[in-house]
């Protein structure tokens, strides 16, 4: 049975929901893009894990409990309180990084059904029940939230797709796959055996979830089309890409959703992280002209190893550097690299040193590569696993960055890589943080809304 639709009263503010996983490095820019919803005159609330309230408030936009998953990063991977099962994944994850790229995309690739469709009869319940008290007149949804998306679909309501990661995370071909690259960096060239294992597990992983999508949909979407490929539902309204358009990006074939790439979900004004944060950045430049960033995430920071690797590369190759490290749990491990040119920190305030540092060391991640463009800080990407070899590759196209393989990687490889960085910047940095400007939230808060009004009026 569905749920009806909500027709919004003329003149009445639009009320949204913007509906998160449990991971911090998407509820982060999801938390932003509700609160420039809610500056643009929305009345926003902002639904995911309890743990993630404090970003609805400091959004200024309302909260309400919905867990999606499981799995849950609330933004260091290994100190999260989960599931026996949940822990036991990352473990198998992490231990696969070590191997190299295919291994790591095998392992996610095993581990897909537990965390992206763990239990989508419960997540239409709850967001039924949500529906009937809020009323909402759209729903943003992070497009990994496939339970969300699903029920949705079921219940006949009216939602934006948020793409918080690669373009390709929504397949744009018949023969594009989830969960494999659809680009290379030049450090990293899977055997073409490895490639053909990757696409038989991603091609069973397709088939498992348009089965399972289809199997939902006949018992709770009654008088509702079939959902089709399940990797590829998403909105036939607005989709937002928070990503550049960059010019070789494969061509999608029309649905009737309106493409919104917003380039970056970083909100124009950055609140200063206090005096403590101040005091290391005098610290630092008080010892050495340079100053680099190196951050793997939220997840991969547990790679103590290749932290230690890039800090040594750094001080023994680049004399006048100093380092900053966001190491999560492995901080007390890499707690004996602090000195006068090293300050290692379980988490750091990333968006406001990117305009104090010269170049950061990064994994490849959306937040972390869309903030370096938007901030125009060149950048040394290491991709382990996901959309991470996709966006590499763009980053080295764009003339945005160097890529180097993390499985591979050595200190002096590591270190002379930043040196070149810090030396010459890349060839596309400037053009394409000009690019950026005038993009970002705020924008895709205007362009999103107009979307509903032109939708409430067919309606």
């Known amino acids: 049975m569905t749920s009806p639709r909500p027709t919004r009263a003329a003149g009445r503010p639009p009320r949204v929901v913007v509906v998160s996983p449990p991971f911090h490095s998407h509820a982060q820019p999801l938390s932003v893009l509700a609160g420039a919803l809610a500056e643009a005159g929305a009345r926003v609330h902002f639904a995911s894990a309890p743990p993630f309230a404090p970003m609805a408030e400091e959004a200024g936009v309302g909260f309400v409990p919905l867990t999606v998953t499981r799995n849950a990063n609330t933004g260091v991977a290994r100190s999260t309180r989960q599931g026996a099962r949940e822990a036991e994944r990352l473990d198998e994850f992490l231990d696969a990084t070590r191997e190299g790229a295919v291994a790591a995309l095998l392992a996610q690739a095993r581990h897909r059904g537990e965390?992206?469709?763990?239990?989508?009869?419960?997540?239409?319940?709850?967001?039924?029940?949500?529906?009937?008290?809020?009323?909402?007149?759209?729903?943003?949804?992070?497009?990994?939230?496939y339970p969300v998306t699903l029920a949705l679909h079921c219940l006949g309501l009216p939602f934006a797709t948020f793409c918080p990661g690669h373009p390709t995370y929504v397949p744009h071909r018949p023969e594009a796959l989830f969960g494999v690259p659809y680009a290379w960096p030049r450090a990293i060239r899977p055997p073409a055996e490895a490639l053909v294992e990757l696409r038989r597990?991603?091609?069973?992983?397709?088939?498992?979830?348009?089965?399972?999508?289809?199997?939902?949909?006949?018992?709770?979407?009654?008088?509702?089309?079939?959902?089709?490929?399940?990797?590829?539902?998403?909105?036939?309204?607005?989709?937002?890409?928070?990503?550049?358009?960059?010019?070789?990006?494969?061509?999608?074939?029309?649905?009737?959703?309106?493409?919104?790439?917003?380039?970056?979900?970083?909100?124009?004004?950055?609140?200063?992280?206090?005096?403590?944060?101040?005091?290391?950045?005098?610290?630092?430049?008080?010892?050495?002209?340079?100053?680099?960033?190196?951050?793997?995430?939220?997840?991969?920071?547990?790679?103590?190893?290749v932290l230690d690797l890039l800090v040594r590369g750094v001080l023994?190759?680049?004399?006048?550097?100093?380092?900053?490290?966001?190491?999560?749990?492995?901080?007390?491990?890499?707690?004996?690299?602090?000195g006068p040119r090293v300050h290692v920190a379980r988490v750091v305030p990333q968006r406001w040193l990117l305009r104090r540092v010269d170049v950061m060391v990064h994994h490849g991640g959306n937040n972390s590569?869309?903030?370096?463009?938007?901030?125009?800080?060149?950048?040394?990407?290491?991709?382990?696993?996901?959309?991470?070899?996709?966006?590499?590759?763009?980053?080295?196209?764009?003339?945005?960055?160097?890529?180097?393989?993390?499985?591979?990687?050595?200190?002096?490889?590591?270190?002379?890589?930043?040196?070149?960085?810090?030396?010459?910047?890349?060839?596309?940095?400037?053009?394409?943080?000009?690019?950026?400007?005038g993009l970002g939230p705020d924008w895709i808060a205007d362009r999103l809304l107009r979307a509903m009004e032109r939708e409430g009026r067919r309606r």
């Open 115 to 145: 965390d992206l469709l763990s239990d989508p009869e419960r997540v239409l319940s709850e967001l039924r029940a949500l529906h009937e008290r809020l009323a909402p007149d759209w729903y943003v949804v992070d497009q990994l939230s």
């Open 201 to 305: 597990a991603a091609r069973a992983n397709d088939v498992a979830f348009t089965e399972r999508f289809a199997e939902v949909s006949r018992a709770h979407g009654a008088g509702i089309d079939p959902p089709g490929r399940a990797f590829a539902l998403a909105s036939r309204r607005a989709v937002v890409f928070n990503y550049p358009r960059f010019p070789w990006l494969p061509e999608r074939a029309s649905t009737g959703a309106e493409f919104l790439y917003g380039g970056h979900c970083v909100p124009a004004g950055e609140t200063a992280p206090g005096e403590q944060w101040e005091a290391v950045v005098r610290r630092l430049r008080s010892t050495s002209r340079r100053m680099v960033l190196v951050a793997l995430g939220t997840f991969l920071s547990a790679r103590a190893d």
């Open 316 to 338: 023994a190759h680049v004399p006048d550097a100093a380092v900053v490290v966001a190491a999560g749990d492995s901080a007390p491990a890499l707690a004996r690299l602090s």
């Open 369 to 437: 590569f869309t903030e370096c463009v938007a901030s125009g800080t060149p950048a040394l990407i290491l991709p382990f696993s996901s959309d991470q070899f996709s966006i590499a590759h763009d980053a080295e196209r764009a003339g945005l960055a160097t890529c180097a393989d993390p499985s591979r990687l050595d200190s002096e490889e590591a270190g002379t890589a930043v040196r070149g960085l810090l030396s010459r910047a890349p060839e596309g940095m400037s053009w394409w943080t000009g690019q950026l400007r």
